[in-house]
T-cell receptor
Framework: AQKITQTQPGMFVQEKEAVTLDCTYDTSDPSYGLFWYKQPSSGEMIFLIY??????QNATEGRYSLNFQKARKSANLVISASQLGDSAMYFCAMREGNRDDKIIFGKGTRLHILP | DAGVIQSPRHEVTEMGQEVTLRCKPI?????LFWYRQTMMRGLELLIY????????DSGMPEDRFSAKMPNASFSTLKIQPSEPRDSAVYFC?????????????FGEGSRLTVL
């Protein structure tokens, strides 16, 4: 069963607009962590932001913020004031806080920023 | 500090040949992960190690795939014999749970093409 779901295979957004990339997850473990990664066309994986399941506040890192809705099991990435350089593939990932500490990824969303 | 180092960056081989991919994690990291990325299946977790011990290899596609971590600074992923459907980008990533958010640090990937 897929544990990380990213429902938007692709998105087109006008430059300077805000973007929300959806991510829902499934876990029965009360302790877990959620990550977002960016993969530009060059192929490297770039860590963007992290949210722990016990964190009281939504994580923020510069123009990136994570809209964490625990009851809905949702961890959407928000990019404010999008830039052309934000065009990339974005992956949501989850670490379940059990003994194994596995980290699994969603299928990703390809974001295109239009000038 | 050097990041995760993978070799080779590109490998083209013929069906039936043995392929060995190599990874040097970041010094001091206690987890090492191998992922495979394809268009169809996204980022799949193949296997991961904790303190050089394999924890979960349930993602390894079949017996043709094997992975080892003989010491804290080196891991290999071997495919024998290789098949065209093994063509993909193989990522190695490491992380530490001792500090920070425990995010994965990825290598640049090894692009494998099996003819």
């Amino acid at each position: 069963a897929q544990k990380i779901t990213q429902t938007q295979p692709g998105m087109f957004v006008q430059e300077k607009e805000a973007v929300t990339l959806d991510c829902t997850y499934d876990t029965s473990d009360p302790s877990y962590g959620l990550f977002w990664y960016k993969q530009p066309s060059s192929g490297e994986m770039i860590f963007l932001i992290y949210q722990g399941s016990y964190d009281q506040q939504n994580a923020t890192e510069g123009r990136y913020s994570l809209n964490f809705q625990k009851a809905r099991k949702s961890a959407n990435l928000v990019i404010s004031a999008s830039q052309l350089g934000d065009s990339a593939m974005y992956f949501c990932a989850m670490r379940e806080g059990n003994r194994d500490d596995k980290i699994i990824f969603g299928k990703g969303t390809r974001l295109h920023i239009l000038p | 500090d050097a990041g995760v180092i993978q070799s080779p960056r590109h490998e083209v081989t013929e069906m039936g040949q043995e392929v060995t991919l190599r990874c040097k994690p970041i010094s001091g990291h206690d987890y090492l992960f191998w992922y495979r990325q394809t268009m169809m299946r996204g980022l799949e977790l193949l296997i991961y190690f904790n303190n050089n011990v394999p924890i979960d290899d349930s993602g390894m596609p079949e017996d043709r795939f094997s992975a080892k971590m003989p010491n804290a600074s080196f891991s290999t992923l071997k495919i024998q014999p290789s098949e065209p459907r093994d063509s993909a980008v193989y990522f190695c990533a490491s992380r530490t749970t001792r500090q920070g958010t425990g995010e994965l640090f990825f290598g640049e990937g090894s692009r494998l093409t099996v003819l």
